[in-house]
Nanobody, 128 residues
Framework: QLQASGGGLVQAGESLTLSCAAS????????IGWFRQFPGQERKGVAF??????????TDAAQGRATISMSRDNAKTTVDLKMNNMKPEDTAVYYC?????????????????????WGQGTLVTVSS
């Protein structure tokens, strides 16, 4: 199960933290990614983190402006994506997704098709 939260209306230049609560994993390793989707376009990756909590990856959309982090509480994993200096062009629906694996990775998948579970999406609107 995936539950994304934290979207809403922010002013340009402000920071925003999105949270993804995940549970019910069936494999020992997983990658959780944040994607966003603009109207009429396909989902594109923003940032990714592996369950070893060591490997992360940021796409150009997030590079230098975002931090992805993971925490665990019993069977629930929470992945936060903090984005700084938000811009109107960051306005999109943000989704978190999970890729489950039987082995750990050092190179993370970024294609949406590699991810099996998807949260419901949370709308982020950045006003100028």
């Amino acid at each position: 199960q995936l539950q994304a939260s934290g979207g809403g209306l922010v002013q340009a230049g402000e920071s925003l933290t999105l949270s993804c609560a995940a549970s019910g994993f069936t494999k020992p390793y997983y990658t959780i990614g944040w994607f966003r989707q603009f109207p009429g376009q396909e989902r594109k990756g923003v940032a990714f983190i592996h369950s070893t909590n060591v490997t992360t990856y940021y796409t150009d959309a997030a590079q230098g402006r975002a931090t992805i982090s993971m925490s665990r509480d019993n069977a629930k994993t929470t992945v936060d994506l903090k984005m700084n200096n938000m811009k109107p062009e960051d306005t999109a629906v943000y989704y978190c997704a999970v890729e489950e694996l039987n082995w750990p990775l050092t190179v993370l998948a970024t294609a949406p098709g590699m991810y099996e579970w998807w949260g419901q999406g949370t709308l982020v609107t950045v006003s100028s």
